[in-house]
């Protein structure tokens, strides 16, 4: 009879049930949908970038060829059927207009090749082939080179960081080819030929499964998120309507009832584990069923169903848990209500919902530790990503229990000393 209590009460706030439930739907299509072009190949959507040529040589030819060729931008050399110029590159990318230009200095092509024909000159004279080497007539000074880069001041510093590297690599491959080229012509060995590809490469080695290779994507990294959130927003509802009781006198008339208030406890851990259930099995219906059609990858759970579904139970009763002792402590429902969403939006960013605690500084990658979401996130993530067992989640869904069952204590404790002052 106590959970029957709790689904009526349930049952007359249709309203908050149904935003309960289609709120977390809305978010997780959201947040996803905006998200999955991260974790698509960038080709599918290429960064425009202006391209300011002050060098008209073959050092900015192969930059252009380089960068069109590449699959992360799509190069713009004029506005308006007009050349672009670097104030007017400046202009347009401060105004946020496209999001970087490159700007290539003049005379770059000579001055690149003069400079290594002088090093080149110097070290051929020094191994003894000075007599059969026609020395340059004046030393040339030759400056330094920049090539500025422009960016829009609202970019990313990792897009910054990784855009910079990616031009820095390009240009050292076109110095480290003009120098065998210098090379060959000085010794007079015209058919030589120099192997230019890089000795050291990279490879991803990438888990499988089945002989297949498991690759994250936007899917698989928001749906867990984001049902968790769901699960903990649980909190207001439960804690807003433990104060009902108590405010409407609810409560003292079940003190009265020949059963102890753990049994009162029972029947809303079952009811709202059962409102969190249906919560994760909508949210992975969605990810299943719906995101195929809008252009999202499909969420597979093949073999993983299960072992998600106690990550779900157990990151359920942790909400439970912490609904309760929020309920217990709060006198009023403008109490519980503002502090259990602040709390349950706290708990999700230090618990890495939004942004990755790897990315985190050191002392919020501590306090994340503390976070119940942030264990139920990395017990989703060890059966979805890293196909872990049953015995490997343990420990952390061991962690959720704890939590439960110390939230509840506390809110028992509270509640009989209160009640006997």
Not at 10 to 36: C, E, H, S, Y
Not at 366 to 391: C, G, Q, T
Request: aromatic share 10%; net charge positive.
């Amino acid at each position: 009879m106590s959970i029957v209590k709790e689904f009526l009460l349930l049952k007359r706030d249709l309203g908050g049930l149904v935003i309960l439930f289609i709120m977390p739907l809305v978010l997780v299509i959201t947040v996803t949908l905006i998200q999955d072009s991260t974790f698509k190949a960038v080709s599918e959507n290429k960064i425009q970038i202006l391209l300011v040529d002050n060098d008209k040589g073959s050092v900015s030819k192969t930059v252009f060829d380089n960068l069109e060729k590449s699959q992360l931008f799509t190069v713009v050399t004029q506005i308006d059927g007009k050349p672009i110029t670097e104030e007017v590159a400046r202009e347009n990318v401060y105004k946020g207009k496209f999001q970087l230009a490159i700007v290539i200095p003049k005379n770059l092509s000579t001055d690149l090749q003069a400079k290594i024909d002088q090093n080149v000159e110097n070290i051929v004279s020094k191994m003894g082939f000075s007599d059969t080497i026609a020395k340059p007539e004046t030393s040339k000074i030759i400056q330094q080179k920049e090539v500025k880069l422009y960016f829009d001041p609202a970019v990313q510093l990792s897009f910054k960081s990784s855009v910079m590297s990616s031009i820095d690599k390009m240009i050292s491959q076109i110095e480290t080819k003009s120098i065998y080229t210098t090379f060959q012509n000085q010794l007079g060995e015209e058919n030589t030929k120099f192997e230019q590809k890089s000795f050291i490469t990279f490879k991803e080695i990438i888990p499988k499964v089945n002989n297949k290779e498991v690759l994250p994507n936007s899917v698989q990294h928001n749906v867990p998120a984001w049902t968790l959130f769901a699960i903990f927003f649980i909190v207001i509802p439960l804690s807003i309507n433990i104060v009902k009781e108590k405010s409407q006198g609810t409560f003292v008339r079940l003190l009265t009832n020949p059963v102890s208030n753990l049994v009162v406890i029972i029947g809303k851990t079952v009811t709202y584990s059962a409102i969190c259930m249906i919560q994760f099995y909508m949210m992975v219906a969605v990810a299943i069923f719906l995101f195929p059609h809008i252009g999202l990858p499909s969420l597979n759970v093949e073999g993983h169903l299960f072992l998600m579904s106690v990550v779900a139970l157990f990151s359920g009763f942790a909400a439970i848990g912490f609904g309760i002792l929020l309920g217990t402590i709060a006198s009023t429902q403008e109490q519980s209500a503002p502090f259990g969403a602040t709390s349950v939006i706290i708990l999700a960013a230090i618990g890495g919902v939004w942004v990755p605690v790897f990315a985190m500084p050191k002392i919020m990658q501590l306090i994340a530790k503390s976070s119940p979401m942030n264990w139920a996130l990395e017990a989703f993530y060890d059966v979805l990503l890293r196909n872990v067992s049953f015995l490997e989640i343990i420990p952390k869904i061991s962690l959720l229990f704890l939590f439960f069952i110390i939230t509840t204590c506390i809110a028992l404790f509270y509640d009989k000393k209160k009640r006997t002052v």
